[in-house]
């Protein structure tokens, strides 16, 4: 199982960017997926959740109607949209998938076996 994030870089305020993450050694539709993010001294948190069933998508308060994720099963890719970037959404970006956890654990880094390396994201005029 592999999975490669990508498509962080420098944005001024107010700016759009895409991050894409390819999987490869899962399928898609059998696994949940998340983009979390980290700045230094801060623990990991969640920013996007898309459960395995449904499929239903979760956002973080602080970035709900600004970003949005997707999922291409046909591409083996999962993309996060971020539209009105603001400087506090300066952090690296992880994805991640789980093939077993459950509802409740989606929100926790600790419950995902696979995980990107990261791709920073940095947000300042």
């Known amino acids: 199982v592999q999975l490669q994030a990508s498509g962080g870089g420098h944005v001024q305020p107010g700016g759009s960017l895409t991050l894409s993450c390819a999987m490869s050694?899962?399928?898609?539709?059998?696994?949940?997926q998340a983009w979390f993010r980290q700045v230094p001294g801060k623990e990991r948190e969640w920013v996007a959740v898309l459960s395995k069933s449904d499929p239903s998508k979760f956002y973080k308060d602080s970035v709900k109607g600004r970003f949005t994720m997707s999922r291409d099963n046909t591409k083996e890719t999962v993309l996060l949209q971020m539209n009105s970037l603001k400087p506090e959404d300066t952090a690296v970006y992880y994805c991640?998938?789980?093939?077993?956890?459950?509802?409740?654990?989606?929100?926790?880094?600790?419950?995902?076996?696979?995980w990107g390396q990261g791709t920073l994201v940095t947000v300042s005029s």
């Open positions: 991640a998938a789980d093939e077993r956890i459950i509802f409740s654990a989606l929100w926790q880094a600790t419950s995902y076996d696979y």
């Open positions: 050694g899962i399928t898609l539709d059998g696994h949940a």
